[in-house]
Protein backbone atom coordinates (compact mmCIF):
# COMPACT_ATOMS: atom_id res chain seq x y z
CA UNK A 1 0.00 0.00 0.00
CA UNK A 2 2.89 2.37 -0.60
CA UNK A 3 0.70 4.66 -3.13
CA UNK A 4 -2.02 4.80 -0.60
CA UNK A 5 -0.02 6.06 2.28
CA UNK A 6 1.99 8.49 -0.28
CA UNK A 7 -1.79 10.04 -1.43
CA UNK A 8 -2.57 10.20 2.51
CA UNK A 9 0.87 12.03 3.26
CA UNK A 10 -0.11 14.19 0.31
CA UNK A 11 -3.84 15.56 1.34
CA UNK A 12 -2.39 15.55 4.85
CA UNK A 13 0.16 18.15 4.17
CA UNK A 14 -2.27 19.83 2.02
CA UNK A 15 -4.55 20.28 5.19
CA UNK A 16 -2.00 21.14 7.34
CA UNK A 17 -1.51 24.48 4.77
CA UNK A 18 -4.66 25.61 5.63
CA UNK A 19 -4.76 27.78 7.95
CA UNK A 20 -9.11 27.67 8.54
CA UNK A 21 -8.68 23.71 8.34
CA UNK A 22 -6.30 23.61 11.49
CA UNK A 23 -8.15 25.86 13.42
CA UNK A 24 -11.17 23.85 12.82
CA UNK A 25 -9.14 20.46 13.63
CA UNK A 26 -8.29 22.28 17.13
CA UNK A 27 -12.05 23.47 17.51
CA UNK A 28 -13.01 20.13 17.55
CA UNK A 29 -10.28 18.50 19.54
CA UNK A 30 -10.83 20.81 22.20
CA UNK A 31 -14.26 20.02 22.27
CA UNK A 32 -13.78 15.99 22.27
CA UNK A 33 -11.44 16.71 25.37
CA UNK A 34 -14.09 18.86 26.57
CA UNK A 35 -16.85 16.08 26.45
CA UNK A 36 -14.39 13.33 27.85
CA UNK A 37 -13.00 15.89 30.65
CA UNK A 38 -15.58 17.37 31.64
CA UNK A 39 -16.29 16.16 35.38
CA UNK A 40 -12.64 18.03 35.87
CA UNK A 41 -13.05 20.84 34.09
CA UNK A 42 -16.30 22.15 35.12
CA UNK A 43 -15.78 24.37 38.34
CA UNK A 44 -19.16 23.33 39.83
CA UNK A 45 -21.74 20.83 39.64
CA UNK A 46 -23.87 21.66 36.43
CA UNK A 47 -27.31 20.91 38.40
CA UNK A 48 -26.26 22.45 41.63
CA UNK A 49 -28.90 25.20 42.33
CA UNK A 50 -27.42 28.68 44.01
CA UNK A 51 -30.93 30.42 44.29
CA UNK A 52 -29.41 33.41 46.09
CA UNK A 53 -27.09 34.00 43.32
CA UNK A 54 -29.50 33.70 40.43
CA UNK A 55 -28.99 35.36 37.44
CA UNK A 56 -25.65 36.48 38.07
CA UNK A 57 -23.92 38.10 35.70
CA UNK A 58 -20.24 37.14 34.50
CA UNK A 59 -17.70 37.62 36.82
CA UNK A 60 -15.18 36.25 39.84
CA UNK A 61 -17.20 34.00 41.38
CA UNK A 62 -19.47 32.44 38.17
CA UNK A 63 -16.97 33.06 35.02
CA UNK A 64 -19.82 33.03 32.35
CA UNK A 65 -22.78 33.95 34.87
CA UNK A 66 -25.41 32.11 36.74
CA UNK A 67 -28.46 31.15 34.74
CA UNK A 68 -32.04 31.88 36.39
CA UNK A 69 -31.48 28.89 39.12
CA UNK A 70 -28.35 29.94 39.99
CA UNK A 71 -26.45 27.57 38.51
CA UNK A 72 -22.86 27.84 36.75
CA UNK A 73 -23.73 28.61 32.96
CA UNK A 74 -19.78 27.90 32.62
CA UNK A 75 -20.37 24.69 34.04
CA UNK A 76 -23.31 23.69 32.64
CA UNK A 77 -21.48 24.69 28.56
CA UNK A 78 -18.97 22.14 29.44
CA UNK A 79 -21.45 19.15 30.03
CA UNK A 80 -23.49 20.21 26.95
CA UNK A 81 -20.69 19.40 24.88
CA UNK A 82 -21.31 15.88 25.44
CA UNK A 83 -24.84 16.05 25.24
CA UNK A 84 -24.45 17.98 21.58
CA UNK A 85 -21.48 15.54 20.57
CA UNK A 86 -23.42 12.61 21.52
CA UNK A 87 -26.51 13.37 19.61
CA UNK A 88 -24.36 14.35 16.32
CA UNK A 89 -22.17 11.56 16.69
CA UNK A 90 -24.60 8.93 17.35
CA UNK A 91 -27.14 10.75 14.90
CA UNK A 92 -25.07 10.79 12.08
CA UNK A 93 -23.74 7.71 12.46
CA UNK A 94 -27.34 6.26 12.08
CA UNK A 95 -27.85 8.22 8.78
CA UNK A 96 -24.40 7.10 7.44
CA UNK A 97 -25.38 3.35 8.66
CA UNK A 98 -28.98 3.88 6.55
CA UNK A 99 -27.41 5.71 4.08
CA UNK A 100 -25.01 2.65 2.97
CA UNK A 101 -27.79 -0.02 3.71
CA UNK A 102 -29.87 1.70 1.43
CA UNK A 103 -27.16 3.94 -0.90
CA UNK A 104 -25.36 0.86 -1.93
CA UNK A 105 -28.63 -1.68 -2.46
CA UNK A 106 -30.13 1.28 -4.64
CA UNK A 107 -26.73 2.04 -6.35
CA UNK A 108 -25.41 -1.35 -7.05
CA UNK A 109 -28.75 -3.54 -8.05
CA UNK A 110 -30.60 -0.30 -9.92
CA UNK A 111 -34.30 -2.03 -11.23
CA UNK A 112 -37.25 -2.06 -9.10
CA UNK A 113 -35.09 -2.02 -5.49
CA UNK A 114 -33.50 1.35 -6.80
CA UNK A 115 -36.83 3.03 -7.86
CA UNK A 116 -38.41 2.22 -4.74
CA UNK A 117 -35.79 3.61 -2.91
CA UNK A 118 -35.12 6.63 -4.68
CA UNK A 119 -39.45 7.10 -4.09
CA UNK A 120 -38.93 7.08 -1.07
CA UNK A 121 -36.25 9.58 -0.65
CA UNK A 122 -37.96 11.89 -2.44
CA UNK A 123 -40.81 11.81 -0.46
CA UNK A 124 -38.63 12.44 2.87
CA UNK A 125 -36.66 15.12 0.85
CA UNK A 126 -40.36 16.81 0.46
CA UNK A 127 -40.05 17.71 4.48
CA UNK A 128 -38.22 21.32 4.38
CA UNK A 129 -34.90 21.28 6.48
CA UNK A 130 -36.91 20.80 10.70
CA UNK A 131 -39.94 19.48 9.92
CA UNK A 132 -39.07 16.10 9.26
CA UNK A 133 -36.81 16.28 12.59
CA UNK A 134 -40.06 17.85 14.17
CA UNK A 135 -42.33 15.36 12.64
CA UNK A 136 -40.50 12.68 14.03
CA UNK A 137 -39.82 13.88 17.67
CA UNK A 138 -43.27 15.50 17.88
CA UNK A 139 -44.87 11.55 17.04
CA UNK A 140 -42.12 9.71 19.38
CA UNK A 141 -41.82 12.42 22.28
CA UNK A 142 -38.93 13.82 23.82
CA UNK A 143 -35.93 13.10 25.38
CA UNK A 144 -31.95 12.49 24.48
CA UNK A 145 -32.78 9.18 22.29
CA UNK A 146 -35.61 10.58 20.12
CA UNK A 147 -34.00 13.72 19.30
CA UNK A 148 -30.93 11.60 18.06
CA UNK A 149 -33.33 9.00 16.17
CA UNK A 150 -35.23 12.66 14.71
CA UNK A 151 -31.78 13.74 13.52
CA UNK A 152 -30.48 10.97 12.21
CA UNK A 153 -33.94 9.69 10.17
CA UNK A 154 -33.44 13.46 9.13
CA UNK A 155 -29.86 12.97 7.69
CA UNK A 156 -30.36 9.84 6.20
CA UNK A 157 -31.45 10.98 2.60
CA UNK A 158 -28.55 13.43 1.58
CA UNK A 159 -26.10 10.45 3.22
CA UNK A 160 -28.28 7.77 0.70
CA UNK A 161 -28.42 9.98 -2.23
CA UNK A 162 -24.43 10.96 -1.96
CA UNK A 163 -23.73 6.97 -1.53
CA UNK A 164 -25.79 6.00 -4.28
CA UNK A 165 -24.53 8.36 -6.80
CA UNK A 166 -21.43 7.12 -5.75
CA UNK A 167 -21.84 3.84 -6.42
CA UNK A 168 -23.53 4.44 -9.51
CA UNK A 169 -20.41 6.46 -11.26
CA UNK A 170 -17.94 4.07 -9.65
CA UNK A 171 -19.66 0.27 -10.66
CA UNK A 172 -19.16 1.19 -14.11
CA UNK A 173 -15.34 1.70 -14.20
CA UNK A 174 -13.11 -0.80 -15.75
CA UNK A 175 -12.09 -2.38 -12.78
CA UNK A 176 -14.90 -2.91 -11.03
CA UNK A 177 -15.89 -4.32 -14.48
CA UNK A 178 -12.82 -6.38 -14.78
CA UNK A 179 -13.33 -7.92 -11.29
CA UNK A 180 -17.03 -8.83 -11.61
CA UNK A 181 -16.14 -10.08 -15.03
CA UNK A 182 -13.03 -12.41 -13.63
CA UNK A 183 -15.95 -13.70 -10.63
CA UNK A 184 -15.35 -11.90 -7.55
CA UNK A 185 -18.03 -11.89 -5.29
CA UNK A 186 -20.15 -8.90 -4.93
CA UNK A 187 -19.40 -8.41 -1.07
CA UNK A 188 -15.59 -8.35 -1.86
CA UNK A 189 -16.06 -5.90 -5.31
CA UNK A 190 -18.27 -3.77 -2.54
CA UNK A 191 -15.79 -3.79 0.09
CA UNK A 192 -12.54 -3.92 -2.14
CA UNK A 193 -13.23 -1.82 -5.22
CA UNK A 194 -16.01 0.36 -4.38
CA UNK A 195 -16.09 1.53 -0.62
CA UNK A 196 -12.64 3.04 -0.48
CA UNK A 197 -13.13 4.92 -3.32
CA UNK A 198 -16.04 6.81 -1.50
CA UNK A 199 -14.99 6.92 2.03
CA UNK A 200 -13.18 10.28 1.64
CA UNK A 201 -16.38 11.88 0.23
CA UNK A 202 -18.23 9.88 3.05
CA UNK A 203 -15.29 11.35 5.55
CA UNK A 204 -16.17 14.80 4.31
CA UNK A 205 -19.68 14.42 4.02
CA UNK A 206 -19.66 13.19 7.98
CA UNK A 207 -17.73 16.12 9.37
CA UNK A 208 -20.07 18.92 8.25
CA UNK A 209 -23.59 16.71 8.97
CA UNK A 210 -21.97 16.77 12.52
CA UNK A 211 -22.26 20.67 12.05
CA UNK A 212 -25.76 20.40 10.70
CA UNK A 213 -26.99 17.78 13.99
CA UNK A 214 -25.43 20.10 16.03
CA UNK A 215 -27.56 22.88 14.96
CA UNK A 216 -30.84 20.22 14.19
CA UNK A 217 -30.56 19.46 18.26
CA UNK A 218 -29.82 22.80 19.72
CA UNK A 219 -33.33 23.54 17.46
CA UNK A 220 -35.23 20.97 19.05
CA UNK A 221 -34.17 21.80 22.04
CA UNK A 222 -34.44 25.19 21.99
CA UNK A 223 -37.82 25.01 21.08
CA UNK A 224 -38.70 21.97 23.69
CA UNK A 225 -39.17 19.20 21.77
CA UNK A 226 -35.89 17.87 22.21
CA UNK A 227 -33.70 17.16 25.16
CA UNK A 228 -35.20 17.92 28.64
CA UNK A 229 -34.11 19.88 31.58
CA UNK A 230 -32.32 19.07 34.03
CA UNK A 231 -30.05 18.10 31.25
CA UNK A 232 -27.66 20.71 29.81
CA UNK A 233 -28.07 20.71 26.31
CA UNK A 234 -27.01 24.24 24.70
CA UNK A 235 -30.10 24.83 22.46
CA UNK A 236 -32.26 24.74 25.85
CA UNK A 237 -30.19 26.94 27.84
CA UNK A 238 -30.72 29.41 25.45
CA UNK A 239 -34.11 28.61 25.29
CA UNK A 240 -34.34 29.27 29.12
CA UNK A 241 -32.95 32.93 28.93
CA UNK A 242 -35.85 34.14 26.37
CA UNK A 243 -38.08 36.01 29.99
CA UNK A 244 -34.48 37.23 30.97
CA UNK A 245 -32.93 38.93 27.83
CA UNK A 246 -33.28 42.44 28.88
CA UNK A 247 -32.30 41.99 32.96
CA UNK A 248 -29.76 38.65 32.63
CA UNK A 249 -29.01 38.87 28.56
CA UNK A 250 -25.74 36.75 29.35
CA UNK A 251 -28.22 33.73 29.79
CA UNK A 252 -28.94 33.52 26.30
CA UNK A 253 -26.37 35.07 24.28
CA UNK A 254 -23.02 32.98 26.05
CA UNK A 255 -24.02 29.23 25.44
CA UNK A 256 -25.46 30.34 21.89
CA UNK A 257 -20.97 31.26 21.18
CA UNK A 258 -20.95 27.70 22.10
CA UNK A 259 -23.22 26.20 19.67
CA UNK A 260 -22.08 28.73 17.35
CA UNK A 261 -18.18 27.54 18.10
CA UNK A 262 -18.58 23.45 18.15
CA UNK A 263 -20.75 24.18 14.51
CA UNK A 264 -17.79 26.40 13.03
CA UNK A 265 -15.14 24.00 14.82
CA UNK A 266 -16.73 21.42 12.03
CA UNK A 267 -17.89 23.23 9.38
CA UNK A 268 -13.86 24.53 8.94
CA UNK A 269 -12.66 20.89 9.99
CA UNK A 270 -15.06 19.59 6.89
CA UNK A 271 -13.76 22.48 4.19
CA UNK A 272 -10.34 21.86 4.92
CA UNK A 273 -11.12 17.52 5.05
CA UNK A 274 -12.79 18.37 1.41
CA UNK A 275 -10.22 20.83 -0.06
CA UNK A 276 -7.59 18.33 1.11
CA UNK A 277 -8.77 15.06 0.21
CA UNK A 278 -10.95 15.56 -2.88
CA UNK A 279 -9.28 18.99 -4.59
CA UNK A 280 -12.26 18.13 -7.13
CA UNK A 281 -15.23 18.53 -5.15
CA UNK A 282 -13.55 21.92 -3.72
CA UNK A 283 -16.05 25.11 -3.67
CA UNK B 1 -40.40 21.88 -23.22
CA UNK B 2 -43.83 21.19 -22.61
CA UNK B 3 -43.37 17.49 -22.71
CA UNK B 4 -40.46 17.82 -20.03
CA UNK B 5 -43.12 20.12 -18.32
CA UNK B 6 -46.05 17.60 -18.55
CA UNK B 7 -43.85 14.54 -17.58
CA UNK B 8 -42.47 16.43 -14.44
CA UNK B 9 -45.25 17.27 -13.37
CA UNK B 10 -46.07 13.68 -13.80
CA UNK B 11 -43.53 12.56 -11.89
CA UNK B 12 -44.68 14.76 -9.04
CA UNK B 13 -47.57 13.03 -8.50
CA UNK B 14 -46.40 9.63 -6.73
CA UNK B 15 -44.22 12.14 -3.96
CA UNK B 16 -47.30 14.29 -3.37
CA UNK B 17 -49.49 10.80 -2.55
CA UNK B 18 -46.13 9.71 -1.08
CA UNK B 19 -46.00 12.49 1.66
CA UNK B 20 -49.50 12.70 2.03
CA UNK B 21 -49.29 8.76 3.16
CA UNK B 22 -46.32 9.54 5.55
CA UNK B 23 -47.95 12.27 7.16
CA UNK B 24 -50.92 10.25 7.85
CA UNK B 25 -48.54 7.58 9.82
CA UNK B 26 -46.98 9.58 12.21
CA UNK B 27 -50.00 9.38 14.45
CA UNK B 28 -49.54 5.40 13.74
CA UNK B 29 -45.65 6.02 15.34
CA UNK B 30 -47.22 7.83 18.92
CA UNK B 31 -46.41 5.71 21.46
CA UNK B 32 -49.80 4.56 23.23
CA UNK B 33 -53.11 5.98 21.75
CA UNK B 34 -53.14 9.17 20.22
CA UNK B 35 -57.22 9.92 21.24
CA UNK B 36 -56.47 9.62 24.87
CA UNK B 37 -53.07 11.46 24.32
CA UNK B 38 -55.15 14.41 22.73
CA UNK B 39 -58.00 14.68 25.00
CA UNK B 40 -55.98 14.40 28.64
CA UNK B 41 -56.91 10.97 30.89
CA UNK B 42 -59.63 13.08 32.39
CA UNK B 43 -61.91 12.10 28.93
CA UNK B 44 -64.89 10.15 29.09
CA UNK B 45 -65.16 6.66 27.37
CA UNK B 46 -67.83 8.41 25.05
CA UNK B 47 -65.86 11.00 24.56
CA UNK B 48 -62.83 9.55 23.14
CA UNK B 49 -64.96 7.00 21.05
CA UNK B 50 -66.46 9.87 18.95
CA UNK B 51 -63.38 11.03 18.18
CA UNK B 52 -61.93 7.89 17.16
CA UNK B 53 -64.75 7.14 14.71
CA UNK B 54 -64.37 10.97 13.85
CA UNK B 55 -60.97 10.42 12.81
CA UNK B 56 -61.68 7.33 11.70
CA UNK B 57 -59.19 5.50 13.81
CA UNK B 58 -61.48 2.50 13.77
CA UNK B 59 -61.03 1.95 10.37
CA UNK B 60 -58.03 -0.12 8.51
CA UNK B 61 -55.18 1.36 7.44
CA UNK B 62 -55.77 1.54 3.42
CA UNK B 63 -59.19 2.99 4.10
CA UNK B 64 -58.16 5.26 6.31
CA UNK B 65 -55.74 6.69 3.46
CA UNK B 66 -58.31 6.85 0.88
CA UNK B 67 -60.66 8.61 3.15
CA UNK B 68 -57.82 11.00 3.77
CA UNK B 69 -56.78 11.68 0.38
CA UNK B 70 -60.45 12.51 -0.78
CA UNK B 71 -61.49 14.93 2.23
CA UNK B 72 -58.00 16.29 0.87
CA UNK B 73 -59.00 16.67 -2.50
CA UNK B 74 -62.28 18.44 -1.27
CA UNK B 75 -59.89 20.93 0.62
CA UNK B 76 -61.01 19.14 4.15
CA UNK B 77 -58.33 18.22 7.01
CA UNK B 78 -60.45 17.98 9.66
CA UNK B 79 -61.04 19.79 12.69
CA UNK B 80 -58.57 21.21 14.95
CA UNK B 81 -59.40 19.49 18.22
CA UNK B 82 -58.79 22.32 20.65
CA UNK B 83 -60.38 25.16 18.54
CA UNK B 84 -63.06 22.84 16.95
CA UNK B 85 -62.45 24.92 13.67
CA UNK B 86 -61.90 23.35 10.40
CA UNK B 87 -57.88 22.81 10.16
CA UNK B 88 -57.99 24.60 6.38
CA UNK B 89 -59.24 27.95 8.05
CA UNK B 90 -56.90 27.99 10.99
CA UNK B 91 -53.78 27.19 8.36
CA UNK B 92 -55.69 30.26 5.45
CA UNK B 93 -55.03 32.23 8.92
CA UNK B 94 -51.43 32.39 9.46
CA UNK B 95 -50.34 30.64 6.00
CA UNK B 96 -50.14 34.66 4.60
CA UNK B 97 -47.73 35.75 7.36
CA UNK B 98 -45.09 32.90 6.87
CA UNK B 99 -45.18 33.44 3.51
CA UNK B 100 -44.72 37.02 4.13
CA UNK B 101 -41.82 36.41 6.46
CA UNK B 102 -40.00 33.62 4.20
CA UNK B 103 -40.50 35.85 0.94
CA UNK B 104 -38.69 38.80 2.69
CA UNK B 105 -35.75 36.35 3.79
CA UNK B 106 -35.27 34.95 0.14
CA UNK B 107 -35.13 38.63 -1.65
CA UNK B 108 -32.84 39.09 0.97
CA UNK B 109 -30.39 36.82 0.93
CA UNK B 110 -30.64 36.56 -2.84
CA UNK B 111 -29.60 40.18 -3.48
CA UNK B 112 -27.15 40.50 -0.93
CA UNK B 113 -25.75 36.97 -1.60
CA UNK B 114 -25.51 37.13 -5.58
CA UNK B 115 -24.34 41.01 -4.99
CA UNK B 116 -21.52 39.95 -2.35
CA UNK B 117 -20.61 36.23 -4.09
CA UNK B 118 -20.08 38.28 -7.20
CA UNK B 119 -17.75 41.25 -6.10
CA UNK B 120 -15.68 38.19 -4.44
CA UNK B 121 -15.47 36.14 -7.51
CA UNK B 122 -14.51 39.22 -9.39
CA UNK B 123 -11.59 40.19 -7.00
CA UNK B 124 -10.38 36.85 -5.58
CA UNK B 125 -8.45 36.98 -2.15
CA UNK B 126 -9.11 40.95 -2.01
CA UNK B 127 -9.75 42.42 1.58
CA UNK B 128 -13.65 42.38 1.10
CA UNK B 129 -13.45 38.56 -0.14
CA UNK B 130 -12.00 37.90 2.98
CA UNK B 131 -14.18 39.51 4.98
CA UNK B 132 -17.36 37.90 2.51
CA UNK B 133 -16.18 34.36 3.52
CA UNK B 134 -15.28 34.89 6.66
CA UNK B 135 -18.99 36.26 7.59
CA UNK B 136 -20.76 33.64 5.51
CA UNK B 137 -18.84 31.35 7.31
CA UNK B 138 -20.07 32.25 10.65
CA UNK B 139 -23.76 33.11 8.73
CA UNK B 140 -23.55 29.00 8.47
CA UNK B 141 -22.91 28.59 11.62
CA UNK B 142 -24.93 30.51 13.83
CA UNK B 143 -28.15 29.18 14.98
CA UNK B 144 -31.19 31.28 13.55
CA UNK B 145 -33.01 31.05 16.84
CA UNK B 146 -29.73 32.55 18.82
CA UNK B 147 -29.07 35.03 15.90
CA UNK B 148 -32.83 36.68 16.42
CA UNK B 149 -32.49 36.79 20.57
CA UNK B 150 -28.89 38.40 19.96
CA UNK B 151 -30.70 40.87 17.71
CA UNK B 152 -33.93 41.67 19.90
CA UNK B 153 -31.15 42.16 22.95
CA UNK B 154 -29.46 44.56 20.43
CA UNK B 155 -31.73 46.33 18.34
CA UNK B 156 -34.76 46.10 20.58
CA UNK B 157 -33.92 46.03 23.75
CA UNK B 158 -30.87 48.45 24.47
CA UNK B 159 -30.91 50.75 21.13
CA UNK B 160 -35.09 50.60 20.87
CA UNK B 161 -35.02 50.96 17.07
CA UNK B 162 -36.89 48.07 16.08
CA UNK B 163 -40.22 46.32 18.08
CA UNK B 164 -39.54 42.93 20.00
CA UNK B 165 -41.75 40.84 17.85
CA UNK B 166 -45.30 40.93 16.47
CA UNK B 167 -46.75 41.72 13.74
CA UNK B 168 -48.29 44.91 11.50
CA UNK B 169 -45.81 47.22 10.07
CA UNK B 170 -42.88 46.98 7.92
CA UNK B 171 -41.03 47.52 10.65
CA UNK B 172 -41.71 44.51 12.42
CA UNK B 173 -40.61 42.27 9.56
CA UNK B 174 -36.87 43.82 9.56
CA UNK B 175 -35.62 41.80 12.33
CA UNK B 176 -37.40 38.14 11.80
CA UNK B 177 -36.80 38.69 7.73
CA UNK B 178 -32.96 39.27 8.65
CA UNK B 179 -32.20 36.94 11.07
CA UNK B 180 -34.54 34.09 8.85
CA UNK B 181 -31.96 35.24 5.77
CA UNK B 182 -28.53 35.24 7.45
CA UNK B 183 -28.05 31.21 6.96
CA UNK B 184 -29.11 31.46 2.93
CA UNK B 185 -27.23 34.62 2.68
CA UNK B 186 -23.94 32.78 3.64
CA UNK B 187 -24.86 30.18 1.13
CA UNK B 188 -25.84 32.02 -1.73
CA UNK B 189 -22.71 34.11 -1.12
CA UNK B 190 -20.33 31.29 -1.33
CA UNK B 191 -22.17 29.32 -4.27
CA UNK B 192 -22.20 32.47 -6.07
CA UNK B 193 -18.80 33.33 -5.54
CA UNK B 194 -17.04 29.41 -6.63
CA UNK B 195 -19.67 29.22 -9.36
CA UNK B 196 -18.63 32.89 -10.73
CA UNK B 197 -14.84 32.02 -10.15
CA UNK B 198 -15.26 28.74 -12.41
CA UNK B 199 -17.13 30.51 -15.17
CA UNK B 200 -15.04 33.43 -15.60
CA UNK B 201 -11.83 31.05 -16.35
CA UNK B 202 -13.79 29.39 -19.22
CA UNK B 203 -12.94 30.32 -22.94
CA UNK B 204 -15.83 32.08 -23.81
CA UNK B 205 -14.77 34.36 -21.32
CA UNK B 206 -11.57 35.22 -22.45
CA UNK B 207 -13.07 35.51 -26.08
CA UNK B 208 -15.17 38.26 -24.79
CA UNK B 209 -12.61 40.17 -23.18
CA UNK B 210 -9.96 39.62 -25.78
CA UNK B 211 -12.83 41.44 -28.67
CA UNK B 212 -12.96 44.07 -26.15
CA UNK B 213 -16.58 43.60 -24.38
CA UNK B 214 -16.72 45.84 -21.15
CA UNK B 215 -15.66 43.77 -18.08
CA UNK B 216 -19.17 44.90 -16.29
CA UNK B 217 -20.69 43.44 -19.41
CA UNK B 218 -18.41 40.02 -18.99
CA UNK B 219 -18.92 39.60 -15.67
CA UNK B 220 -23.16 40.22 -15.49
CA UNK B 221 -24.11 38.73 -18.77
CA UNK B 222 -21.34 36.08 -19.54
CA UNK B 223 -20.51 35.14 -16.10
CA UNK B 224 -23.41 35.32 -13.73
CA UNK B 225 -26.15 34.21 -16.30
CA UNK B 226 -24.27 31.28 -16.99
CA UNK B 227 -23.59 30.90 -13.66
CA UNK B 228 -27.64 30.78 -12.90
CA UNK B 229 -28.10 27.11 -12.19
CA UNK B 230 -26.45 26.28 -9.50
CA UNK B 231 -27.37 29.21 -7.78
CA UNK B 232 -31.40 28.51 -9.14
CA UNK B 233 -30.53 25.18 -7.85
CA UNK B 234 -29.31 26.51 -4.76
CA UNK B 235 -32.24 28.95 -4.10
CA UNK B 236 -34.71 25.63 -4.02
CA UNK B 237 -32.88 24.16 -1.48
CA UNK B 238 -32.87 27.12 0.54
CA UNK B 239 -36.70 27.83 0.28
CA UNK B 240 -37.01 24.41 2.19
CA UNK B 241 -34.06 26.13 4.84
CA UNK B 242 -36.07 29.09 5.37
CA UNK B 243 -39.51 27.28 5.64
CA UNK B 244 -38.04 24.82 8.37
CA UNK B 245 -36.21 28.18 9.81
CA UNK B 246 -39.54 30.32 9.76
CA UNK B 247 -40.25 27.27 12.48
CA UNK B 248 -37.55 28.88 14.90
CA UNK B 249 -37.86 32.49 13.59
CA UNK B 250 -41.55 32.74 14.37
CA UNK B 251 -41.07 31.22 17.94
CA UNK B 252 -38.54 33.84 18.72
CA UNK B 253 -40.21 37.10 17.48
CA UNK B 254 -43.86 35.66 18.13
CA UNK B 255 -44.79 36.07 14.50
CA UNK B 256 -47.76 34.43 14.04
CA UNK B 257 -47.28 32.34 11.25
CA UNK B 258 -47.36 28.28 10.13
CA UNK B 259 -44.14 27.94 12.31
CA UNK B 260 -45.55 28.87 15.62
CA UNK B 261 -48.88 27.09 15.00
CA UNK B 262 -46.60 23.61 14.78
CA UNK B 263 -45.08 24.54 17.94
CA UNK B 264 -48.03 25.35 19.38
CA UNK B 265 -49.68 22.59 17.96
CA UNK B 266 -47.31 19.65 19.23
CA UNK B 267 -48.00 21.47 22.58
CA UNK B 268 -51.72 21.13 22.57
CA UNK B 269 -51.14 17.52 21.00
CA UNK B 270 -53.36 18.51 18.88
CA UNK B 271 -52.49 16.09 15.93
CA UNK B 272 -55.32 16.65 13.54
CA UNK B 273 -54.00 20.31 13.17
CA UNK B 274 -50.05 19.21 13.04
CA UNK B 275 -50.75 16.60 10.20
CA UNK B 276 -52.48 19.32 8.29
CA UNK B 277 -49.54 22.15 9.27
CA UNK B 278 -46.91 19.72 8.12
CA UNK B 279 -48.72 18.63 4.92
CA UNK B 280 -48.90 22.04 3.64
CA UNK B 281 -45.48 22.72 4.25
CA UNK B 282 -44.28 19.28 2.40
CA UNK B 283 -46.54 20.40 -0.24
CA UNK B 284 -45.48 23.67 -0.59
CA UNK B 285 -41.82 22.83 -1.07
CA UNK B 286 -42.97 20.18 -3.62
CA UNK B 287 -44.43 22.65 -5.79
CA UNK B 288 -41.68 24.85 -5.10
CA UNK B 289 -39.22 22.33 -6.65
CA UNK B 290 -41.30 22.00 -9.51
CA UNK B 291 -41.09 25.51 -10.35
CA UNK B 292 -37.20 25.57 -9.49
CA UNK B 293 -36.96 22.40 -11.95
CA UNK B 294 -39.20 23.96 -14.45
CA UNK B 295 -37.06 27.04 -14.28
CA UNK B 296 -34.00 25.07 -15.08
CA UNK B 297 -35.55 24.46 -18.44
CA UNK B 298 -35.80 28.18 -19.12
CA UNK B 299 -32.16 29.33 -18.53
CA UNK B 300 -30.56 26.44 -20.11
CA UNK B 301 -32.14 24.63 -23.35
CA UNK B 302 -30.53 22.09 -22.78
CA UNK B 303 -32.58 20.77 -19.78
CA UNK B 304 -35.66 20.00 -21.45
CA UNK B 305 -33.94 18.06 -24.44
CA UNK B 306 -32.53 15.38 -22.26
Not at chain 2, 61 to 83: C, F, H, K, M, T
Request: include cysteine; proline fraction near 5%; charge should be positive.
Amino acid sequence: MGAGSAVRADAWRRFLRNRLAVIGLIIVCGLLLTAILAPMLAPYDPSKQDLPSKRTPPGKRYVLGADEFGRDILSRIIYGTRVALLVGTVSVGIALGLGLLFGILSGYMGGTVDALISRGLEILLAFPYLLLAIAVVSALGPGVLNTTLAVGIWAMPAFTRIIRASVLSLKDLDYVQAARAIGVPTQAILLRHILPNFLPTLIVYSTLYMANAILVEAALSFLGLGVQPPTASWGLMVATGRDFLLTAPHITTIPGLAIMLAVLGFNLLGDGLRDALDPKLRT
Amino acid sequence: MFLYAFRRLLLAIPVILGVTFAVMLTIELIPGDPVTLMLGEYATKESVAHVRQALGLDKPLPVRYVQYLSNLARGDLGRSIREGRPVSQELADVWPETVKLTTAALVIAVVFGVLAGVISAVWPNSFFDGVVRLLSLFGLSMPVFWTGLTLIILFSLWLQWLPVGGTGSLRHLILPAITLSLPSLAMVARMTRSSVLEVLREDYIRTARAKGVREQIVVLKHGLRNACIPIVTLLGLQVGQLLGGAVLTETVFAWPGMGRLIVRAIFARDYILLQGAILVFALAFVVINLIVDLSYAAFDPRVSRQ
